[in-house]
């Protein structure tokens, strides 16, 4: 596998942290890097403008991401407007790794 980190491209945001996504170096192709940061992201494909390695390289074809190595910095750029939010973040409960369980402790 090969982890990358990705995070929503947003200046406004004062916490823009990333995760931490896995992509199977078998199936090193755009628009597998595109599907798997989308669905973990909970951002829709379409409303991805580019995809970025930071600090100032835009991603462009299946050769692009084949050079990418573990744990490098990407960001989606979505073309959002501020009236109009194109995405949504997951609430906690759809994350993957939550335990519904875990959180219903009582002490």
Request: with cysteine.
């Amino acid at each position: 596998e090969l982890v990358l980190k990705v995070r929503i491209q947003n200046p406004n945001l004062r916490e823009n942290d990333f995760i931490e996504i896995e992509l199977d170096r078998q199936e090193l192709t755009y628009k597998e890097l595109l599907r798997v940061s989308c669905r973990e992201l909970g951002v829709n494909p379409e409303h991805v403008q580019k995809i970025r390695k930071l600090p100032n390289t835009m991603l462009r074809k299946d050769k692009d991401v084949a050079r990418l190595q573990d744990f490098q910095e990407l960001e989606l750029v979505l073309t959002v407007s501020d009236k109009n939010l194109l995405f949504r973040l997951p609430t906690l409960s759809e994350q993957s790794g939550y335990n519904k369980k875990a959180s219903e402790l009582t002490y």
